[in-house]
Every structure is written in structure tokens, then in C-alpha cells.
């Protein structure tokens, strides 16, 4: 075990005698919420991803979808104001309870 190349994010693909820099391969810096980086790369050790491999699998996901592979909306739900509502009005919005899978779609 000589050494490690490293191509992209610190990912690490074979082994070599020497230290090499991958030119077939483009580096992308992207400034990310430090919890939301420590969340997600937790999910994907548990899956044995690389975080550059998920990057490239979500660019590839680009290209295919000919945009992003997922919805982009403004949710349709607005928060309700309680001091607006009558008494009637304010019971009803508590029977229809909180969704909460409902507020990440």
C-alpha cells in the first residue's frame, strides 16, 4: 500500500505508486449547511456511497430528466393565522391535525 488517488471530493478509486491528479475528471466546490453535509453523508456511509458518487449519480439524474430529477413548488399549504379564525373555524383546523410527511412534499 503505497499511496491513494484521489479524485473529486476525496474520493478514493485505486491505488497508485505516486500521487497523481485525475485530469479526465472535473472538481465542483459547493458551499453546504455544515448539519445538512453531516446528515446526508451519514445517510449515504450507511449506504456505502460516496459522497461524489452521489453527487455524480444527481448530475446524471440531471442530465436524463433534462433538469432536476425531482419537483421544484412552493408548498400550496400556508400557515393559518388562529387569531383570524372564529372558535368554529379554529376546532375544525385541530380536528385536521398535522401531517407531518404532508410538510416535506
Known amino acids: 500500500m ?7 471530493f476525496t474520493h478514493t478509486i485505486m ?4 500521487v497523481m491528479r485525475c485530469y479526465h475528471c472535473g472538481n465542483l466546490y459547493a ?3 455544515p448539519d445538512v453535509k453531516e446528515k446526508a453523508e451519514s445517510i449515504l456511509s450507511t449506504l456505502g456511497i460516496p459522497a461524489s458518487s452521489a453527487i455524480n449519480m444527481f448530475y446524471k ?4 430528466h433534462r433538469g ?3 419537483e421544484v413548488k ?14 368554529a373555524e379554529f376546532n375544525e ?3 385536521k391535525g398535522y401531517d407531518l410527511k404532508q410538510s416535506f412534499i
Request: proline share 8%; aromatic share 6%.
Open 2 to 8: 503505497s499511496c491513494w488517488q484521489k479524485v473529486g
Open 15 to 18: 491505488k497508485c505508486h505516486k
Open 31 to 33: 458551499r453546504i449547511e
Open 61 to 64: 439524474q440531471i442530465i436524463l
Open 68 to 70: 432536476l430529477p425531482f
Open 74 to 87: 412552493i408548498p400550496s399549504a400556508r400557515p393559518v393565522d388562529i387569531s383570524t379564525l372564529s372558535e
Open 93 to 95: 383546523e385541530l380536528e
